[in-house]
T-cell receptor, first 113, second 114 residues
Framework: SQQGEEDPQALSIQEGENATMNCSYKTSINNLQWYRQNSGRGLVHLILIRSNEREKHSGRLRVTLDTSKKSSSLLITASRAADTASYFCATDAGGGSNYKLTFGKGTLLTVNP | NAGVMQNPRHLVRRRGQEARLRCSPMKGHSHVYWYRQLPEEGLKFMVYLQKENIIDESGMPKERFSAEFPKEGPSILRIQQVVRGDSAAYFC????????????FGDGTRLSIL
């Protein structure tokens, strides 16, 4: 499998519920980022978590990072219809190439009103 | 709007023609990245540039593709003699520094090859 794989591939929930998406990666990283992409648009940066951090919050977003398991999760609480989008995790290449982001195929989140 | 600006948003070319995609980074950003996204795929890194320099082009095909970021003006991704397989969305991103930074993305150029 490739660096930065998200699961599930698709997730459908009702407004107000929480959504959890997971990301696994294979090689050492300096940081991990989560992005959102609305259909036909570019990616919007959500949160960056460094390899020495375990948890980070931003508004309704909570990101965890477990470097021993090489995995991360993104939790969106109290979801809204406007949260409908694809969510991608991105890992850097580590070392001297930590500008180079590798994206997974994403999780398509649908929040039903 | 001080975001990353890409144009055109949509570009249609016939096989064998040239495609030029332009990207103006956010104000104050001197680091530019190009990515390609195929349908239902994640973004794939192509090239990383700073003003007048190509830092890393390891993700770019060796033939037909080139990129530049001149001292003045936007960054340009150029695809010569396009083929059907070049059809994709091409995204540009920028950052103020090159390492450990969130990257700010434009809305992309959708390239279609007839």
């Amino acid at each position: 499998s490739q660096q930065g794989e998200e699961d599930p591939q698709a997730l459908s929930i009702q407004e107000g519920e929480n959504a959890t998406m997971n990301c696994s990666y294979k090689t050492s990283i300096n940081n991990l980022q989560w992005y959102r992409q609305n259909s036909g648009r570019g990616l919007v940066h959500l949160i960056l978590i460094r390899s020495n951090e375990r948890e980070k919050h931003s508004g309704r977003l909570r990101v965890t990072l477990d470097t021993s398991k090489k995995s991360s999760s993104l939790l969106i609480t109290a979801s809204r219809a406007a949260d409908t989008a694809s969510y991608f995790c991105a890992t850097d290449a580590g070392g001297g190439s930590n500008y180079k982001l590798t994206f997974g195929k994403g999780t398509l989140l649908t929040v039903n009103p | 709007n001080a975001g990353v600006m890409q144009n055109p948003r949509h570009l249609v070319r016939r096989r064998g023609q040239e495609a030029r995609l332009r990207c103006s980074p956010m104000k104050g950003h001197s680091h530019v990245y190009w990515y390609r996204q195929l349908p239902e795929e994640g973004l794939k890194f192509m090239v990383y540039l700073q003003k007048e320099n190509i830092i890393d082009e390891s993700g770019m095909p060796k033939e037909r593709f080139s990129a530049e970021f001149p001292k003045e003006g936007p960054s340009i991704l150029r695809i010569q003699q396009v083929v059907r397989g070049d059809s994709a969305a091409y995204f540009c991103a920028s950052s103020p520094r090159g390492a450990n930074q969130p990257q700010h993305f434009g809305d992309g150029t959708r390239l279609s090859i007839l």
